[in-house]
T-cell receptor, first 112, second 116 residues
Framework: TQLLEQSPQFLSIQEGENLTVYCNSS?????LQWYRQEPGEGPVLLVT?????EVKKLKRLTFQFGDARKDSSLHITAAQPGDTGLYLC????????????FGQGTRLTINP | DTGVSQDPRHKITKRGQNVTFRCDPI?????LYWYRQTLGQGPEFLTY????????KSRLLSDRFSAERPKGSFSTLEIQRTEQGDSAMYLC??????????????FGSGTRLTVV
């Protein structure tokens, strides 16, 4: 059983469309991060959210941490082919925890 | 600083052989992590070091696996008597932590191990 469930697992859309990826858990996390990973490479950190209800924006990407700190979402506006990749959410269970628990990832394909 | 380096990028080995991977973290970072990622899954925690001390090991890390970080700099991960189930991407990451929690890792590009 995954501690962090991501949905959808696969998403293929056309350039210019909007999309949302979800990361859900029944557990509370002290912080949550989103990474993007390209084939054959390690994940690259996009954002960290630590406060319930927090919203962070990174250009066309909007990240939200749920009020109860059990879930998060990533919204991409006007998706571009360069957004293609594996999106991973990862959380720290307790404050001070040093290891991250990862979701299984959402594989996003943006078609030109 | 060019980030986290891992060597080799790819390793193909025969079942039963021993393999060793190396990770050079960002020099200012005091924590170093090893994760394993299989196809279609997110990374799974294996172990982490604070400076030279190995502070936590996952149950995934069987007796055939050993990790070291001599002098608190680079780290090695050795797998003895490799099995086909060990085939995966082995990821190293580093971070600077004050003890208040982890707010983001910098990952290396990984070592892709294939056991044939």
């Amino acid at each position: 059983t995954q501690l962090l469930e991501q949905s959808p697992q696969f998403l293929s859309i056309q350039e210019g469309e909007n999309l949302t990826v979800y990361c859900n858990s029944s557990s509370v996390f002290s912080s949550l991060q989103w990474y993007r990973q390209e084939p054959g490479e390690g994940p690259v950190l996009l954002v960290t959210v630590v406060t319930g209800g927090e919203v962070k924006k990174l250009k066309r990407l909007t990240f939200q941490f749920g009020d109860a700190r059990k879930d998060s979402s990533l919204h991409i506006t006007a998706a571009q082919p360069g957004d293609t990749g594996l999106y991973l959410c990862a959380g720290a269970r307790v404050q001070g925890a040093q290891k991250l628990v990862f979701g299984q990832g959402t594989r996003l394909t943006i078609n030109p | 600083d060019t980030g986290v380096s891992q060597d080799p990028r790819h390793k193909i080995t025969k079942r039963g052989q021993n393999v060793t991977f190396r990770c050079d973290p960002i020099s200012e970072h005091n924590r170093l992590y090893w994760y394993r990622q299989t196809l279609g899954q997110g990374p799974e925690f294996l172990t982490y070091f604070q400076n030279e001390a190995q502070l936590e090991k996952s149950r995934l890390l069987s007796d055939r696996f050993s990790a070291e970080r001599p002098k608190g700099s680079f780290s090695t991960l050795e797998i003895q008597r490799t099995e086909q189930g060990d085939s995966a991407m082995y990821l190293c990451a580093s971070s600077f932590s004050t003890g208040q929690g982890v707010y983001g890792y910098t990952f290396g590009s990984g070592t892709r191990l294939t056991v044939v």
